[in-house]
């Protein structure tokens, strides 16, 4: 008979507790706590506590640290890729030029008239882009946005410092100069 109780038990059958489950003590036989015990587990508890505080603290720093570098990134990379959007269409300019030197040259009314449609379609894609050009004829000359190439003397009714005539225009995105406008300045 002894063989087959053997048998039936199961390993929490055995007296000690399976994994996870606490020890109960037999009823009546409640282990006494002592006032020593008790402050310990208050210490611990409260250790605990503070140590939990503490690491929820970090979690937020580098929760917040974390975000803040993400907006950094996503900020670097938009500013990079309008730079680069910005130096692709300023290698454009010297074609907007020569479409202009075409207008200037031009006899035939038909020919005028279709250069001066890619010269609108070139206007309307830096306007896209946000890129006006610095024209700066009779204005007075700024050394951030001008480059002098020449400079004359005044005529009858010129001020001295304005810019007299332009070479080449210059293109400017967001306040930022893309090129220089190559201006005539009046000494």
Request: proline content about 5%.
């Given at each position: 008979?002894?063989?087959?109780?053997?048998?039936?038990?199961?390993?929490?059958?055995?007296?000690?507790?399976?994994?996870?489950?606490?020890?109960?003590?037999?009823?009546?036989e409640a282990e006494?706590?002592?006032?020593?015990?008790?402050?310990?587990?208050?210490?611990?508890i409260e250790a605990?506590?503070?140590?939990?505080?503490?690491?929820?603290?970090?979690?937020?720093?580098?929760?917040?640290?974390?975000?803040?570098?993400?907006?950094?990134?996503a900020g670097d990379?938009?500013?990079?890729?309008?730079?680069?959007?910005?130096?692709?269409?300023?290698?454009?300019?010297?074609?907007?030029?020569?479409?202009?030197?075409?207008?200037?040259?031009?006899?035939?009314?038909?020919?005028?008239?279709?250069?001066?449609?890619?010269?609108?379609?070139?206007?309307?894609?830096?306007?896209?882009?946000?890129?006006?050009?610095?024209?700066?004829?009779?204005?007075?000359?700024?050394?951030?946005?001008?480059?002098?190439?020449?400079?004359?003397?005044?005529?009858?009714?010129?001020?001295?410092?304005?810019?007299?005539?332009?070479?080449?225009?210059?293109?400017?995105?967001?306040?930022?100069?893309?090129?220089?406008?190559?201006?005539?300045?009046?000494?």
């Open positions: 008979m002894k063989k087959k109780e053997e048998q039936e038990m199961t390993p929490t059958d055995s007296g000690a507790p399976a994994c996870g489950e606490a020890q109960i003590p037999p009823e009546g006494p706590q002592t006032a020593g015990s008790q402050e310990e587990l208050l210490a611990e605990l506590k503070q140590e939990s505080a503490d690491l929820k603290r970090k979690w937020y720093a580098v929760t917040a640290e974390y975000e803040n570098y993400r907006r950094r990134t990379s938009a500013k990079r890729y309008a730079e680069g959007r910005a130096d692709v269409v300023s290698k454009l300019f010297p074609i907007g030029d020569n479409l202009e030197r075409a207008i200037a040259s031009c006899t035939d009314d038909a020919t005028r008239r279709g250069i001066e449609l890619v010269t609108a379609a070139f206007a309307k894609i830096l306007e896209s882009e946000h890129i006006s050009v610095i024209d700066p004829a009779g204005q007075p000359f700024d050394a951030e946005k001008h480059e002098a190439i020449c400079v004359v003397d005044p005529e009858e009714g010129e001020e001295s410092g304005t810019v007299k005539r332009v070479y080449q225009k210059g293109y400017e995105q967001g306040g930022k100069v893309l090129r220089f406008a190559q201006v005539v300045v009046v000494r």
